[in-house]
DNA sequence: ACAAAAGTGTTCCTCTTACACCCATGA
DNA sequence: TCATGGGTGTAAGAGGAACACTTTTGT
């Protein structure tokens, strides 16, 4: 065997949010696509990398193109390189539609958290982009499936790691729609009581001047998530005198 | 800006041992190196992917042709993708060893576990590599001690989250030696007889009819890591009732 | 008045931490 | 007999888990 050349390098991200029920994820439709065209439709976002651009910043500009974002929360994973993730058909779609001539696709997959407000909500529709269950995933080109499955797995060892959840908050919000969003992503209940104890102990918490209005119920207290508190948390704990409770 | 072609994908792998004292990463001589040769000498092992190969087999056969074992413990990590990271000299050098054009080299990081026994040291040194300690790492091959410090700041956090450090003892090893790797990896002091609670605790390690022999002092019984034991505690831990003492 | 979600405290128990001495062996 | 590292127990404190009722608002 010999040494690989032309070969191409891709990023893929899987794009969630969260609409204060339920994990979503955007798929987009293959562009160029016909309904004669013998291959899966919905796929995830994704690029190939250009001259001159290193990987995290073509998954930003996949990402800005997808959602209109910049300063999105960007996290990579693993590779996916089986030489046959992308082959016949597929390959050749590629390279007709790219202009290319590439015998191999090599991608890095990435995953992205995003505020599902509005403006991010309109301008993902009017590009054709759905925001998926993730409970509910359908068929997708290539490996994406596959892909996507690990970003999820990925997700939820972060989210018990580091405060990634707010990353799916709006920027102010109330603790239970927090709980919420750790209930949905890790798939488990969580006590009402424990968990603000401990969130609020935790000092990342502001409260705001604000809460709910015109619900049918005891109006909730906003919150933002306090970056600065959290850092300087993280420098203090780096010291973790024993073995901290390893987590098999 | 178009998209990149005529780049190279590659494997380098930072190859952890450890003697019983401290942390070694295992360093080669660049191949064809001459003294007038205006590049750094050592490098990590690393190798371009080959045609029909997949990332994790370039880097396992790195690996055995580094050390001479297959089935060693390897993991992903970054991936080092700034376009120049690889430009002027070391390009040349790279297109001319390999008889290839390519105008970019993305790498992806491995870092490797390996048992340091005697078989593995000479075969090692007979390749005229070296185990260097990891607190006095010199000058390295292009991106290589940055590559290395991402490597090590992984292992520290797999270190705490799962049992890798039987990756690096041998198959019989006292609970100091165990204990001392820890404190080797982490830069910390650890309580022994806290520790030796805590491991034992967990179920994981199976004493062995063996004790230390010909040591000046009372002789150290040796263990095995239980690895069903662990798996089975894994499938078990996959209910955390609650979100579980988030790291930050 | 009622429906609906917000918000609040206590007890039990486990796990972490800090800490000091005797034991078995070879020299 | 001494030097060396192996091996042991306990008490105090922190944090996790389980549990039910009152409050505030809109309708």
């Given amino acids: 065997m010999s040494i690989q050349m032309n070969q191409s390098l891709s990023v893929d991200c899987a794009v969630f949010g969260f609409n204060g029920r339920t994990l979503k994820v955007l798929l987009i439709e ?19 990398i250009l001259e001159n651009e290193t990987l995290p910043e073509a998954a930003s500009r996949v990402l800005e193109e997808a959602t209109g974002l910049r300063k999105v929360y960007l996290k990579q994973m693993e590779i996916f390189s089986d030489p046959q993730r992308v082959s016949g058909e597929e390959l050749q779609w590629i390279n007709r539609h790219h202009g290319i001539r590439t015998e191999r696709v090599v991608t890095v997959g990435y995953y992205a958290l995003v505020k599902l407000d509005a403006p991010t909500i309109a301008y993902t529709t009017a590009k054709g982009a759905q925001w998926v269950d993730v409970e509910s995933i359908p068929r997708l080109a290539m490996d994406h499936k596959q892909i996507l499955a690990s970003a999820l797995a990925m997700l939820c060892r972060e989210m018990l790691q580091s405060p990634v959840a707010f990353e799916l908050l709006p920027r102010k919000f109330t603790i ?63 010291r973790l005198g024993f073995i901290n409770n390893w987590r098999y």
């Fill in 30 to 48: 293959r562009r160029y696509y016909t309904s004669d065209t013998p291959l899966d439709k919905l796929k995830l976002p994704g690029a190939m």
């Fill in 176 to 238: 239970r729609e927090l709980q919420t969003l750790y209930s949905a992503v890790l798939g488990i209940e969580i006590d009402n009581r424990n968990f603000r104890k401990k969130i609020l102990a935790s000092g990342f918490l502001t409260p705001t001047a604000e809460k709910e209005q015109g619900v049918a119920h005891k109006p909730a207290q906003y919150y933002t998530f306090n970056r600065s508190a959290y850092k300087r948390a993280l420098k203090e704990k780096l």
